[in-house]
């Protein structure tokens, strides 16, 4: 897609956070990673809470075996949550999204490996979807996104595509990003940005998008260590954010220096 094509939504932080009343346009359904909700246009089913704490523990497990395309175990449902304002439509075809790919420079910060499956919601029968694009993208160690001329509080980093690419789903719904621990920024909690999109050319194309969140016991212990100590303790915590949604917190399980975190997602796509 030209440059010019491309989205940008270049709003205030601020303006981002009121613009969690949107989100109920859209659903998506988390295949036993998550504690999850369903919500469809105006209606909502909600899974019990203890059938999706298990759902959690299983995908919590899964996440150290490295395997994107394990099976969903249970189809429970997530909320659907803003774009935000740095959503860039880079097309950026990769599953290590570290790297700037102009200069090559990758950015300095805790690995984190995430697995993602995408499935459709039938029910209670969750269906792998294959073909599907996910993007994902998230701020630096130090708060800052990528191909961004004015953004708030951040340098102008126009042309730079750190912290963002796409993977296309697998026969099993399966996507895999290496990426870092994100840092944090003024007025919202730490976050990752991701888009689901069937058929990214087409007007018919389905697309939902939502944001996934991080356990604060393991986000201490990374702000400690560099380069996240350069900024100090986050404004924002989760239960202070906005937007923030604990039935999107990713379970993390330690691997090598780093996480790794597995995350079933199940949308209701025509």
Same mark, same amino acid.
């Given at each position: 897609?030209?440059k010019d094509?491309? #989205?940008?939504?270049?709003?205030? *932080?601020?303006? /981002?956070?009121?613009?969690?009343?949107?989100?109920?346009? @859209?659903?998506?359904?988390? +295949?036993?990673?998550?504690?999850?909700?369903?919500? %469809?246009?105006?209606?909502?089913? %909600?899974?019990?809470?203890?059938?999706?704490?298990?759902?959690?523990? /299983?995908?919590? /497990? *899964?996440?150290?075996?490295?395997?994107? #395309?394990?099976?969903?175990?249970?189809?429970?449902?997530?909320?659907? $949550? %803003?774009?935000?304002?740095? !959503?860039?439509?880079?097309?950026?075809? *990769?599953?290590?999204?570290?790297?700037?790919?102009?200069?090559?420079?990758?950015?300095?910060?805790?690995?984190?490996?995430?697995?993602?499956?995408?499935? =459709?919601?039938?029910?209670?029968? +969750?269906?792998?979807? @294959?073909?599907?694009?996910?993007?994902?993208?998230? +701020?630096?160690?130090?708060?800052?996104?990528?191909?961004i001329a004015?953004?708030?509080?951040?340098?102008?980093?126009?042309?730079?595509? !750190?912290? *963002?690419?796409?993977?296309?789903?697998?026969?099993?719904?399966?996507?895999? !990003?290496?990426?870092?621990?994100?840092?944090?920024?003024?007025?919202? /909690?730490?976050?990752?940005? &991701?888009?689901?999109?069937?058929?990214?050319?087409? @007007?018919?194309?389905?697309? &939902?998008?939502?944001?996934? &969140?991080l356990d604060?016991?393991?986000?201490?212990?990374?702000?400690?260590?560099?380069?996240? =100590?350069?900024?100090?303790?986050?404004?924002?915590?989760?239960?202070?954010?906005?937007? !923030? =949604?604990?039935? $999107?917190?990713?379970? $993390?399980?330690?691997?090598?220096?780093?996480?790794?975190?597995?995350?079933?997602?199940?949308?209701?796509? @025509?």
């Open positions: 897609m030209a094509q491309q #989205t940008k939504r270049l709003l205030s *932080r601020r303006d /981002t956070l009121g613009l969690i009343g949107g989100a109920g346009l @859209a659903a998506i359904v988390g +295949c036993g990673g998550d504690d999850e909700k369903q919500t %469809t246009g105006s209606a909502t089913n %909600t899974t019990s809470a203890s059938a999706t704490r298990s759902a959690a523990a /299983t995908t919590a /497990t *899964r996440a150290s075996t490295g395997s994107p #395309t394990a099976a969903p175990v249970a189809c429970v449902v997530t909320p659907a $949550l %803003t774009e935000g304002p740095y !959503f860039v439509d880079e097309r950026l075809n *990769r599953s290590d999204i570290r790297s700037d790919p102009s200069s090559g420079a990758v950015k300095e910060g805790v690995p984190l490996r995430l697995n993602l499956t995408v499935s =459709n919601v039938n029910g209670a029968t +969750c269906t792998p979807i @294959a073909n599907a694009v996910v993007d994902m993208w998230h +701020c630096d160690a130090l708060g800052e996104y990528s191909d004015n953004g708030a509080g951040q340098s102008n980093t126009s042309g730079q595509k !750190f912290l *963002r690419g796409y993977q296309v789903t697998d026969g099993n719904g399966g996507v895999q !990003f290496q990426t870092i621990y994100p840092g944090w920024y003024r007025g919202r /909690t730490i976050h990752i940005h &991701f888009k689901v999109r069937t058929n990214p050319d087409s @007007a018919s194309g389905y697309e &939902f998008t939502s944001q996934m &969140f604060e016991a393991i986000t201490d212990s990374v702000l400690a260590r560099v380069p996240y =100590n350069q900024k100090g303790s986050p404004d924002t915590r989760n239960a202070d954010d906005n937007i !923030f =949604n604990p039935d $999107l917190v990713v379970p $993390l399980t330690t691997e090598g220096d780093g996480y790794s975190g597995t995350l079933h997602i199940g949308v209701q796509a @025509a």
